[in-house]
Every structure is written in structure tokens, then in C-alpha cells.
T-cell receptor, first 113, second 115 residues
């Protein structure tokens, strides 16, 4: 089955700096890769996603890149702000018939003012 | 409306109690999910309903019993739980069948404490 590895587990940056979180997946048939942001005590919220027919997607300060050959995808946040502080989860939907969302273990991002 | 709602927000129950968690969505989604999330961990899939039929049961103990009365509602019936079942229980929904690339939208969760 699919396995998703996420690094780093914690990330601390200064306000205004960029943050990069990386994930690798094992199932080459996986075709959908969402990123969720979860603030303390709140629900996971989708912030951006990418499907396997594109290599990069951008939404204001957030971008996701996908390298299908290497089976990895990354989240890039530019000009970080304190309100970006949260736990970020990458996920993949496996190519098998189940299609379950398989999550990485999460990255706790802290943006220091 | 891209909202999934869940009730109650918090629930405290004893090991002999029976309680139910409720989830509702009015987005016309046909797939609904139950996840369990422990502190500092990612959500873990428990059950998936597709077109009101149970599609996936991730080897969840029988003390958790899901029910999908109609396309908008999803319940999780709880009975004889253990303290280790204390967690955040998240409901999610997506537009189409399991196996699609449709986005899953999460509800706010029910914080369950088992005494």
C-alpha cells in the first residue's frame, strides 16, 4: 500500500522567510496530493492540492511542486506570517482501488515575529 | 456551502455508556468518512461510506458502529469504549466515489474523552 514520509517534523522560521516542507510517496500510481493546515484544536483545512497531470501549482504565497519520477512533492510558503504557524500534513491518494487518503506525520511550523 | 458540521463538539463518557456522534453535509457529496486523530498525529481513516453503503472498514473494533441514514448524514455509534479511544473524531466528505481525486472536506471534529 501507499506510504507517505514527511520532513521535517518541526520547522521554525522568522517572519518574512520562506518555509519548505517535503514529502515522498511510495505508490507510483498515486495521483492526488493535497496539503492540509491544522491549527491547534481546529479541523484540517485544505490549503492547496495538486494532481498528477501538473508539476506545479501556485496560490498567492503558497505553492506545491510535484516530481512524479522521484515520487516527491513539496509545499513552499513565501513571506511567512505568524498566522501561518500550524501543523501541516501532506497526503496522497493511492492508485489502488481503495483510494484512501494516506497522510504524512505532519510538520509543526512556527513563524517567529 | 463547503461546510461539514459535527455534533457534539465535546463528549465525555464512561466505559459503559452508549453515545453517538453526528455528521452532516449539504454539498451533495456521496462519499463520507470517519477519521480518528490522536494528539500530534495525522488523522487515521476508520470508515468510508460511498452512496450510503459501507465501502471501507479499516479493521475498526466493533465498539465503533457507523451508520449512514441518508446521503447527508453520517453517525458513529459508540459503546463500551476504552480510555485509549479518547481522541478527536473527524468526519469528512468528498464529491464522488472512493478512489477519485476529489477533495475531502473535514468537519470541526468531536473531542471525545472516555473515563
Amino acid at each position: 500500500g501507499e506510504n507517505v514520509e514527511q520532513h521535517p517534523s518541526t520547522l521554525s522560521v522568522q517572519e518574512g522567510d520562506s518555509a519548505v516542507i517535503k514529502c515522498t510517496y511510495s505508490d507510483s500510481a498515486s495521483n492526488y496530493f493535497p496539503w492540509y493546515k491544522q491549527e491547534l484544536g481546529k479541523r484540517p483545512q485544505l490549503i492547496i492540492d495538486i494532481r498528477s497531470n501538473v508539476g506545479e501549482k501556485k496560490d498567492q504565497r503558497i505553492a506545491v511542486t510535484l516530481n512524479k519520477t522521484a515520487k516527491h512533492f513539496s509545499l513552499h510558503i513565501t513571506e511567512t506570517q505568524p498566522e501561518d504557524s500550524a501543523v501541516y500534513f501532506c497526503a496522497a491518494i493511492g492508485g489502488g482501488s481503495q483510494g484512501n487518503l494516506i497522510f504524512g506525520k505532519g510538520t509543526k511550523l512556527s513563524v517567529k515575529p | 456551502d463547503t461546510e461539514v458540521t459535527q455534533t457534539p463538539k465535546h463528549l465525555v463518557m464512561g466505559m459503559t455508556n452508549k453515545k453517538s456522534l453526528k455528521c452532516e453535509q449539504h454539498m451533495g457529496h456521496r462519499a463520507m468518512y470517519w477519521y480518528k486523530q490522536k494528539a500530534k498525529k495525522p488523522p487515521e481513516l476508520m470508515f468510508v461510506y460511498s452512496y450510503e453503503k459501507l465501502s471501507i472498514n479499516e479493521s475498526v473494533p466493533s465498539r465503533f458502529s457507523p451508520e449512514c441514514p441518508n446521503s447527508s448524514l453520517l453517525n458513529l455509534h459508540l459503546h463500551a469504549l476504552q480510555p485509549e479511544d479518547s481522541a478527536l473524531y473527524l468526519c469528512a466528505s468528498s464529491q464522488a466515489l472512493v478512489g477519485s481525486t476529489d477533495t475531502q472536506y473535514f468537519g470541526p471534529g468531536t473531542r471525545l474523552t472516555v473515563l
